[in-house]
Nanobody
C-alpha cells in the first residue's frame, strides 16, 4: 500500500485546511485509515481515524474541530480541520492497515503503511 498525503500549508489561527491522503495498492475499503501528527521536539501523536465501517475516532483536543472521512471510490481519506490553533502546527501523516483492533487504533505501532507527511503551520 502506498499513501500520498497533501493539503498542508500555512494558515492563520481560526482558519481551515483539508488534508487528503490517496492510497493505492490494495483494497482501500478494508483498511483502517488514520492521521497522526508530529510537532518539533515531540513524539508522534494520534489525531483521528476512520475504520472500514466508517466509524470515527478522535484525539480529545480536536473533537468538534476536525472531521475525518473517506471516499472509497476515490481511495482517499480526508481530514477537514477547522478553527485551527497554533498548537495544531505539526507534520501530519496518514497511516493505514488492515485488522487494526479498536484498542490499538490510537497506537502508531498498529499501522504498517505511512505517507510522507505534510506540513501544517498555524500562525497566531
Amino acid at each position: 500500500v502506498q499513501l500520498q498525503a497533501s493539503g498542508g500549508g500555512l494558515v492563520q489561527a481560526g482558519g481551515s485546511l483539508r488534508l487528503s491522503c490517496a492510497a493505492s495498492g490494495d483494497t482501500f475499503s478494508r483498511y483502517t485509515m488514520a492521521w497522526f501528527r508530529q510537532a518539533p521536539g515531540k513524539e508522534r501523536e494520534f489525531v483521528a481515524a476512520i475504520r472500514y465501517s466508517s466509524t470515527t475516532h478522535y484525539k480529545d483536543s480536536v473533537k468538534g474541530r476536525f472531521t475525518v472521512s473517506r471516499d472509497n471510490a476515490k481511495n482517499t481519506v480526508y481530514l477537514q480541520m477547522n478553527n485551527l490553533k497554533p498548537e495544531d502546527t505539526a507534520v501530519y501523516y496518514c497511516a493505514s492497515d488492515r485488522g487494526v483492533i479498536l484498542s490499538s487504533i490510537r497506537d502508531s505501532r498498529a499501522y504498517d503503511y505511512w505517507g510522507q507527511g505534510t506540513q501544517v503551520t498555524v500562525s497566531s
